[in-house]
């Protein structure tokens, strides 16, 4: 009989075990070992078990002339398990369904406008009903569909819907609450609302923490303890990883957005002056280049463009945005910054510029040199990280919220 610690123990390894494999960063059962520094007796356990789940296949060993036998490769099975991911953003919805090395079945996306708590859940449910109609013809006339996902999709059990939404949240109990501007809502149990419709595990937290989760997991923060990601939008905030754990205390960890950049600027809603987001969120840069230039752009659109005047406006967001990081990095010396959501269309320059204030400004960047980058996932780091919130409570052998 096991003890409490060892079974907490034996599935921590096999947490840890999956992910390496899910990651692509361990492919065979020596580079596990080797990777983890687990014998190899722990390691072959933890495989088998992932095998006799259904979840992990090995290949056959391959004898090649005079080299000796290539190492078996570990992989997903073609019916292991997948995640429903959702990103509800101010203006959109986004959803896809994947594998647990993030391989996209399907995806989707629906535009949200003038909605009211009622059209806003039907969205979310269909969007949801219409990755699960994958493969099933025969649900066309909508009948029974919300009972398919939770049932499994094309034979393949679903471990779980996540969620990562504008904030703030309570994340505990899968609420929002009162966000702003987002269409009067004032508070709304979607945690519940899904996992009565669907019968699934769901967890929901912020789009800046789970998309931090997802650039440790899959992205350029793999390799580090100590980043941040920061998602420029319609606001401006970050995921904070911290001696490789997510800081996430109330849910309001990481509101960089309103760190001010000028103490006597502009009044700002959260009662400060001077914020962040006043300079630099997505639609301020593009209300200022249209009253000052008279252009109307996408924010993409102005960050290639090569007109004087929005590269003046961009020079100074840029200029804002470093202020705040120099900040942050005085106080937190990570490693990396990560860039993303609107923010992934920076130019190379323009993060390099960032890159270049923040080493030469900072204490600590002085020290030791801070990375600035763009987010591995471009500007959908929080819908793959809306997946990576459910796939976290399986690699770190806990159980998924439900
Ligand atoms: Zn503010």
């Not at 899910?22 to 007796?41: D, H, N, P, Q, V």
């Not at 961009?314 to 005085?330: K, P, Q, R």
């Amino acid at each position: 009989m096991k003890s409490g610690i060892q079974q907490t123990e034996k599935r921590i390894n096999r947490g840890r075990v999956l992910q390496l494999i899910c990651t692509g960063e361990a492919r065979s059962r020596l580079e596990l070992s080797k990777a983890t520094g687990l014998t190899k007796m722990t390691i072959t356990n933890a495989v088998n078990e992932w095998i006799r789940e259904g979840w992990i296949y090995e290949s056959e060993q391959v004898r090649t002339a005079g080299a000796g036998r290539n190492p078996a490769v570990l992989g997903l099975t073609p019916l292991s398990p997948l995640i429903i991911g959702v990103h509800l953003a101010r203006e959109h919805i986004s959803a896809l369904l994947c594998d647990m090395s993030l391989n996209v079945l399907r995806r989707d996306r629906i535009e949200l406008c003038g909605e009211d708590e009622a059209t806003l859940i039907d969205k979310i449910f269909d969007i949801i009903d219409r990755l699960g109609s994958i493969g099933e013809d025969e649900k066309q006339n909508g009948e029974g569909s919300a009972v398919s996902v939770g049932d499994g999709i094309n034979g393949r059990r679903i471990l779980g819907i996540g969620v990562s939404s504008i904030g703030p949240l309570d994340c505990q109990n899968g609420i929002l609450l009162g966000v702003p501007n987002f269409y009067g809502i004032k508070r709304l149990e979607l945690g519940r609302m899904l996992r009565e419709r669907y019968r699934l595990p769901v967890l929901v937290d912020n789009d800046m923490n789970l998309a931090a989760i997802a650039e440790k997991q899959f992205g350029g923060g793999r390799p580090l303890d100590d980043f941040l990601y920061v998602g420029i939008t319609h606001g401006i905030g970050a995921g904070i990883i911290y001696d490789s754990r997510l800081l996430h205390n109330s849910g309001m960890t990481g509101e960089i957005g309103h760190m001010s950049v000028s103490w006597n600027g502009e009044p700002c809603v959260c009662g400060s002056r001077g914020c962040l987001e006043g300079y630099a969120s997505v639609p301020v840069v593009l209300e200022r280049i249209e009253r000052e230039i008279g252009l109307k752009l996408t924010f993409e659109e102005a960050c290639a463009s090569e007109n004087k005047g929005v590269r003046a406006i961009m020079d100074d967001v840029c200029e804002c945005i470093s202020t705040a990081f120099v900040g942050l990095v005085n106080i937190l010396a990570p490693q990396a910054v990560f860039i993303g959501h609107e923010g992934a269309c920076f130019s190379d320059e323009v993060l390099e510029h960032i890159e270049e204030n923040v080493n030469s400004r900072s204490l600590s960047g002085r020290q030791r040199s801070v990375s600035v980058s763009r987010s591995a996932f471009g500007e959908h780091a929080a819908l793959f990280g809306s997946a990576c919130g459910i796939l976290e409570r399986v690699f770190t052998g806990r159980d998924i919220p439900l």
